[in-house]
């Protein structure tokens, strides 16, 4: 896989990422992973990807983080064709929330900051506090100190993903991406995660790849996929 050079930088969205025929086949002897999607993620909108899985959601996504260039069409960002863009100026506005979070052996403040260089101690902790992690974190002993990973703390998946949720929202990134983010949650964790993310919607562009359908009610846009194509659009009612 070849990683783009070049190109001038991403100055920020200003009105919509745009999907155009595009058409991603990974190789000549499997059926495409996408054929022939439209799509509009308007500024501000939440839209959500629905689908079984194979059904070509996250290959969406891939694309939009720029892991793959599309075999056909064109992604259009205001109007402009992503290729044009440069990759890394692109891939620091984004934030990522999938099923498996990264996390390192240091402390939960590291742990957030990570990918924002130069954020202040308030900063992570706005940032913990919008995406419900604040809680947990200050009812530790050493607070946003503790150490994650091997002799440190342990974390749970909700809090893992809610850990996750706080590193993306301190980028403040022109879109948020969430892979499957709650797929693998208990309940109450679901709900916590879910509530943070509504929050976060309200001023920003999200992605959101779903199974459950308790994830996406509030979207703006709700978007069937099967087989590599979209096949109905609505909003939840």
């Known amino acids: 896989q070849f990683r783009r050079t070049g190109g001038h930088p991403f100055r920020g969205l200003q009105r919509v990422i745009r999907l155009e025929n595009v058409v991603l086949r990974f190789s000549p002897d499997i059926p495409p992973a996408l054929r022939g999607v439209d799509l509009n993620i ?7 990807l629905v689908g079984a899985s194979g059904a070509g959601k996250s290959s969406i996504a891939d694309l939009l983080v720029g892991l ?24 620091q506005r984004l934030g990522v929330v999938s099923q498996d979070t990264f996390m390192f052996n240091a ?18 902790a706005e940032a913990a506090r919008k995406a419900q992690a604040a809680g947990f ?33 301190l980028r403040e990134p022109d879109l948020l ?5 709650t797929s693998a949650l208990d309940t109450q964790s679901e709900r ?3 509530q943070a ?23 703006d846009l709700i978007c069937v996929m099967d ?10 009612k």
């Open 68 to 91: 793959y260039e599309p075999t056909a069409g064109r992604m259009l960002i205001d109007g402009e064709d992503m290729l044009a863009l440069n990759l890394a100026s692109w891939q």
């Open 137 to 169: 974190i200050e009812g530790l002993p050493d607070g946003y100190d503790t150490l994650v990973g091997e002799r440190g703390y342990r974390l749970s998946g909700g809090q893992r993903q809610r850990l996750s949720l706080a590193r993306a929202i």
């Open 107 to 124: 402390s939960l403040a590291r742990n957030i900051a990570f990918g924002t260089p130069g954020a202040t101690s308030e900063q992570i």
């Open 42 to 48: 308007r500024k501000g909108d939440t839209v959500a």
């Open 197 to 219: 993310i509504e929050q976060f919607e309200r001023q920003h562009t999200v992605l959101v790849i779903a199974h459950r359908l308790s994830t996406i009610v509030n979207a």
């Open 192 to 194: 916590l995660v879910q």
């Open 227 to 236: 087989q590599g194509r979209i096949v109905e659009r609505g909003n939840h």
């Open 177 to 181: 991406i969430l892979d499957e983010a």
